[in-house]
């Protein structure tokens, strides 16, 4: 089994104890809009892509902010927790290629989704999320700041938070034309990038 198998069969199983944080993770990414949504292109009458929307929180966050935004995700649990709470979400794989033609859409965005990829999924997930980008493609995760519980919670699912913190920004700089990096919390960070 791949890593990234194992990475979906992980989110499969805590797909509902994930989503009881649907509520606290909308407002916090709400807020993160109000501070750094002027970074972003006017919302109205343009489309986003929310990559790896999981239970739907970021996505939900992003039509509160004025998007036509759609979600998908490669877990079906997770897919179905959005859907119960009306967050438009499909099962799908970003890593292995999305349905949607090039230049699809005016945002495209992850959240929390790069950290968990290895370094060459990674960047499989910049350049599907850069054909599909006719604007900007934002990546909210996380910053080089650390704790120490996040570095165990993230030891324990097997991702790549270490190696992400200490290559990340400079596997965006590779992959996209510019990045530019806005601090939106206390280990997170907004890497908006132009294809």
């Given amino acids: 089994m791949t890593h990234l198998e194992r990475h979906t069969r992980l989110f499969e199983r805590i797909a509902r104890p994930y989503s009881w944080f649907f509520a606290g993770q909308t407002r916090s990414y709400a807020a993160c809009f109000e501070a750094a949504g002027s970074a972003l292109?006017?919302?109205?009458?343009?489309?986003?892509?929310?990559?790896?929307?999981?239970?739907?929180a970021f996505t939900a966050a992003l039509k509160s902010a004025g998007w036509d935004v759609s979600g998908v995700d490669a877990a079906r649990a997770m897919v179905s927790q959005a859907g119960r709470r009306g967050v438009s979400c499909t099962l799908a794989d970003a890593?292995?290629?999305?349905p949607f033609p090039d230049k699809s859409f005016d945002l495209v965005s992850a959240a929390y989704v790069a950290h968990g990829l290895k370094a060459p999924e990674r960047a499989r997930l910049f350049a599907e999320a850069k054909r599909l980008s006719k604007e900007v493609?934002?990546?909210?995760?996380?910053?080089?700041?650390?704790?120490?519980?996040?570095?165990?919670?993230?030891?324990?699912?097997?991702?790549?938070?270490?190696?992400f913190?200490?290559?990340?920004?400079?596997?965006?700089?590779?992959?996209?034309?510019?990045?530019?990096?806005?601090?939106?919390?206390?280990?997170?960070?907004?890497y908006v990038c132009r294809p």
Wanted: proline share 4%; net charge negative; with cysteine.
């Fill in 95 to 98: 890593v292995g290629g999305l």
């Fill in 137 to 163: 493609v934002l990546f909210h995760d996380y910053s080089g700041k650390r704790r120490l519980l996040t570095d165990i919670v993230e030891y324990l699912e097997g991702g790549d938070y270490f190696n």
């Fill in 165 to 190: 913190i200490e290559n990340g920004l400079d596997e965006l700089k590779r992959a996209f034309s510019s990045v530019s990096v806005i601090e939106v919390g206390p280990q997170s960070a907004w």
């Fill in 41 to 56: 292109p006017d919302p109205r009458g343009r489309r986003a892509l929310d990559i790896g929307c999981g239970t739907g």
